[in-house]
């Protein structure tokens, strides 16, 4: 696989006692078989959507000749939706943004208007040509308010344009299949001749990145979404072909964390790789995560660092504060890239240990630095390294954490898909809504 996973520094002989013993991995590791065995039964008889997405080839197919039709002529493209019918995107977008500059023509600048408010929606559709404008609406369930009432003000700001009579070059839209009468996005695009393309029903919106909902932009900043599923197909056959729970990586960190929840107290988890490309994978992590784990009471608070930019920031709350984190370090490697210093400086009595090194060596030394630290601290430390960095590792590393989150949650007794607190502060902002 395009990644290892190392769990050393969770064991008590490299931490000491607020590590797990053999013994205790050994028994977290049984009780996390049935979560194994559950996935490995739903991969045999196809009841989890997401993991026959790595073998699907006909909605790229699909995707890529709607992609092509609205990008066509854009110089702007927004996409219009929020939680994870955004995120896996801007993770994407992230990704992207640090692969070296293409030959290929400009593309499309690709915005994300996730988060409602109302200055920054105003600004963006004063600010942007909509004559070169597209938009893409995501929403699987057809009628997210803030996705909604985005959508109505792109299509008035079209008609004040003089464009709405062309609403269907300008817009694309994401939703699960159903009648009109039971989609508010459906109906309204009906009316308008938008083109809607379906949202897989069987996935819901925090797993959704590798379905159409993170392949359409993949394809929009120039990504390769083949290569992305192949990464994240190669963790599914590692987990159809594990025999334990030790044998399947996601399924392995997730006992650990099952483990040191109820054996040490370790409710809260800080995911912290040492790339900007992953620094919006890490928020994509935490909506996943917090969405799918916070239930009934429990749950394990997800914390997004950066390195090694949070050295100099949450660091010293890792290192001196409660021992109640688990940590994931994600360390590239990196030794020998970028600029390099010139070896001129080595005489000088304040930078000379940094001549003839180049900024990839400090990092690299920094990421293994942190999480030697930590674990002298009596944190445990899960590693993830990474060898390059493309679009099979960024599939493999979403399949992953969908996986680990999944299988946490089963062990744990909890609904990985459902989200049943956040529906009563929906009813109550209508009710406030149909009093103003």
């Known amino acids: 696989m395009p990644y290892s996973q190392s769990i050393d520094l969770c064991l008590t002989e490299e931490i000491g006692d607020c590590g797990l013993g053999r013994a205790e991995l050994d028994e977290a590791l049984a009780v996390a078989g049935p979560a194994l065995d559950s996935l490995k039964s739903s991969l045999g008889d196809g009841s989890l959507a997401l993991l026959n997405l790595p073998s699907r080839t006909r909605d790229l197919d699909e995707g890529r000749a709607a992609v092509d039709a609205l990008a066509r002529g854009a110089g702007d493209i927004v996409l219009l939706g929020t939680g994870g019918s955004s995120l896996g995107a801007q993770a994407l977008a992230g990704f992207a943004a640090g692969r070296p500059r293409s030959a290929d023509p400009p593309r499309p600048r690709l915005h994300f208007a996730d988060n409602l408010d109302p200055h920054s929606m105003d600004a963006l559709l004063r600010d942007l ?7 893409l609406v995501v929403s699987k369930s057809g009628g997210t308010p803030e996705t909604m009432i985005q959508l109505l003000a792109v299509l008035d700001a079209l008609k004040e344009s003089g464009l709405d009579w062309n609403a269907e070059h300008h817009i694309l839209a994401i939703s699960d299949p ?5 989609s508010a996005l459906r109906r309204i695009c009906g009316f308008h001749h938008i083109p809607v393309l379906d949202h897989d029903p069987g996935i819901g919106g925090r797993y959704s990145v590798l379905s159409n909902v993170g392949m359409l932009p993949a394809m929009l900043l120039g990504l390769d979404p083949l290569a992305l599923r192949a990464g994240a197909g190669e963790v599914v056959q590692a987990l ?16 650990l964390h099952a483990a040191f929840l109820g054996r040490r107290g370790l409710a809260t988890t800080v995911f912290m790789p040492y790339a900007d490309r992953l620094r919006v994978f890490s928020s994509w992590f935490v909506q996943l995560w917090a969405e799918s784990l916070g239930k009934q009471g429990t749950g394990l608070t997800p914390i997004a660092a950066a390195g090694p930019v949070d050295q100099h920031s949450q660091l010293q709350l890792f290192l001196d504060g409660p021992a109640d984190k688990f940590y994931t370090i994600v360390m590239l490697e990196v030794a020998g890239t970028g600029p390099r210093i010139d070896a001129a400086y080595i005489n000088d009595p304040k930078v000379g240990y940094l001549a003839g090194k180049t900024i990839g060596d400090l990092v690299d030394c920094e990421q293994r630095a942190t999480a030697r630290t930590l674990a002298r601290r009596g944190r445990p430390v899960r590693v993830i390294r990474l060898g390059e960095m493309t679009e099979r590792t960024l599939g493999a590393l979403f399949m992953h954490f969908m996986l680990e989150t999944i299988a946490t949650g089963r ?5 990985p898909f459902d989200q049943p ?3 009563e502060g929906k009813l109550l902002a209508r009710d406030y809504l149909g009093q103003m």
């Open 411 to 415: 062990i744990l007794g909890l609904d």
């Open 421 to 423: 607190a956040v529906e």
């Open 129 to 135: 040509d909509l004559k070169t404008t597209r938009f």
């Open 178 to 182: 159903g009648a009109q009468d039971a």
């Open 240 to 255: 159809a072909g594990a025999a334990s729970p030790r044998d399947c990586p996601p399924v392995l960190a997730a006992a």
